[in-house]
């Protein structure tokens, strides 16, 4: 179970480290200065990939504002749509400089494609994996398109029945594009801790046997480390410089010190977890004696009868085990045995 896929020469799945994505989105608010920077903080706070999103205002919708475009409630109530997308996204003529800045860098640099041009725009950029947003998932020409480049898919599945995550699976799957990993996502921003449902992670790792993962918009870094703990092999979170810089995702986003945090939680819980284990481990080791062994607490002599009151099973762990406490009952004393002596076979006449 948990078949794995290669990101840039990295293994993600079972038994790897799970792979942080550090979600730039619209966090550079509107400077390539910024954005390089953020490159930089993401590798400093223990990220192993920044990520951005290819799209222009025209790629993702039409410049409308009639109800069906305007936002009515959410993070972005009062927006419109194209308005929006015109504040968030991040120029195209920017990004073959942040492709090589994260190469520089040594941190793995992904996109997320929004239409066919934007996978083509990429292809030419040679960015080696790609990742589908929640929004995108039911888009099943697209994800034919994406996987149709035999690259590795990251796939967010907020919002998704099981019947169209099956559908966008089997999608990428026809193409003979194999190399892919879910995202269990909550596409409210913020996500509220009660509607993460995490479990939705071993369900999902049972039903398609593939990497899974945590695409995480709630605040902090709770939801991120406790889906570790479910199996979760990849995490990402929104990030920023700092949410004063207001933009449109900001007031969702971790800064540099809380990133750093959820890395090193994350490392900690991947050791915590280990794997599958019985017995004294080597920590344990000099804290073994203090288990239960049975002991001699009244003087014996020799032909003298083994009884409750003169052995019992008591720290520290030097005698027999406690296990064969009734079994020597009432056997003889081959020889004298002290008071404080811990009790062997080779004290007792076995012949009783």
Not at 41 to 47: F, H, I, Q, Y
Not at 125 to 143: I, M, Q, R, W
């Amino acid at each position: 179970m948990g078949t794995t896929i290669n990101i840039n020469g990295r293994t993600v799945g079972d038994g790897a480290p799970v792979y942080m994505i550090a979600e730039m989105s619209a966090n550079h608010a509107g400077s390539i200065e910024r954005a390089l920077e953020m490159i930089h903080v993401a590798k400093e706070a223990g990220a192993d990939c920044v990520k951005i999103q290819t799209y222009t205002p025209d790629t993702m919708t039409i410049d409308c504002h009639n109800e069906y475009f305007n936002i009515a409630k959410g993070t972005w109530e009062g927006e419109n749509l194209y308005s929006l997308y015109q504040k968030a996204y991040t120029p195209w003529e920017w990004q073959d400089k942040l492709r090589d800045e994260a190469k520089k860098v040594g941190i793995d640099f992904l996109s997320t494609p929004f239409d066919n041009t934007s996978v083509d725009f990429l292809e030419e950029l040679g960015l080696g994996f790609y990742k589908v947003a929640s929004f995108e998932l039911v888009d099943l020409p697209l994800l034919e398109y994406i996987a149709s480049k035999n690259k590795p898919i990251i796939m967010s599945t907020g919002m998704a029945t099981l019947t169209e995550i099956e559908e966008a699976v089997n999608a990428i799957y026809a193409t003979g594009n194999r190399q892919l990993a879910l995202m269990k996502c909550s596409s409210a921003y913020p996500a509220k801790s009660e509607e993460m449902n995490l479990r939705t992670i071993r369900d999902l790792k049972k039903r398609f046997d593939i990497p899974i993962g945590l695409s995480d918009h709630s605040m902090g870094s709770f939801s991120a480390t406790t889906a570790v703990a479910m199996g979760a092999n990849i995490i990402e979170k929104h990030f920023c410089i700092s949410r004063a810089i207001k933009n449109p995702d900001s007031s969702f986003s971790m800064e540099p010190d809380e990133f750093r945090e959820m890395v090193e939680r994350v490392r900690e819980v991947e050791k915590a977890m280990g794997t599958v284990t019985y017995g004294v481990s080597k920590q344990e080791e000099s804290n073994a004696c203090f288990r239960r062994s049975l002991f001699v607490v009244e003087d014996i002599k020799a032909g003298e009868k083994l009884t409750a009151e003169n052995i019992r099973s008591i720290r520290p762990a030097y005698g027999l085990k406690p296990k064969h406490y009734k079994e020597v009952l009432g056997k003889t004393a081959k020889h004298d045995l002290k008071r404080g002596t811990p009790l062997s076979f080779a004290d007792i006449e076995q012949g009783d």
